[in-house]
C-alpha cells in the first residue's frame, strides 16, 4: 500500500545543486519507527546511501556526503527532499528514496529518477 515516487531534475551541470523530492503515499513520514532514505546507484555500481530522516525530523548523512547533503520533510504534503550541491559528473546515478524499518530492511522503494551531471 506503501507508494514513494521520486522526482529530480533529469540534467544538470557541474557546481550546481541536485534537488528532489520523494512524495509518498499509504503511509505517513511521522509515523514512529522509520527511517526514509535517499539511496543512489552510479552506472555500473553498486547502491550508495545517501542519508535519512527519522520521523523525528532529525537527518543523517554518510560521511563521504555530509557536507553537501541536505535532507528535508515537508508533512503537510507527506514529501521528504534531498538537496546535493556542488555536484560533478561522479554524481551521475540513479536516486531512489526508501523506506526503512528499525530492523534495518529497506521495505519500500520509489521507481528512481536518473540525473546526469555534464558539462
Known amino acids: 500500500q506503501v507508494q514513494l515516487e521520486e522526482s529530480g531534475p533529469g540534467l544538470v551541470k557541474p557546481s550546481q545543486t541536485l534537488s528532489f523530492t520523494c512524495t509518498v503515499s499509504?503511509?505517513?513520514?511521522?509515523?514512529?519507527?522509520?527511517?526514509w532514505s535517499w539511496i543512489r546507484q552510479p552506472p555500473g555500481k553498486g547502491l550508495e546511501w545517501i542519508g535519512y530522516?527519522?520521523?523525528?525530523?532529525?537527518?543523517y548523512y554518510s560521511p563521504s556526503l555530509r557536507s553537501r547533503t541536505s535532507i528535508s520533510r515537508d508533512t503537510s504534503k507527506n514529501q521528504v527532499s534531498l538537496h546535493l550541491t556542488s555536484v560533478t559528473p561522479e554524481d551521475t546515478a540513479v536516486y531512489y528514496c526508501?523506506?526503512?524499518?528499525?530492523?534495518?530492511?529497506?521495505?519500500?522503494w520509489g521507481q528512481g529518477t536518473q540525473v546526469t551531471v555534464s558539462s
Open positions: 526508501a523506506r526503512g524499518d528499525s530492523t534495518g530492511i529497506f521495505d519500500h
Open positions: 499509504g503511509g505517513s513520514i511521522t509515523a514512529n519507527g522509520y527511517r
Open positions: 530522516i527519522y520521523e523525528s525530523g532529525s537527518s
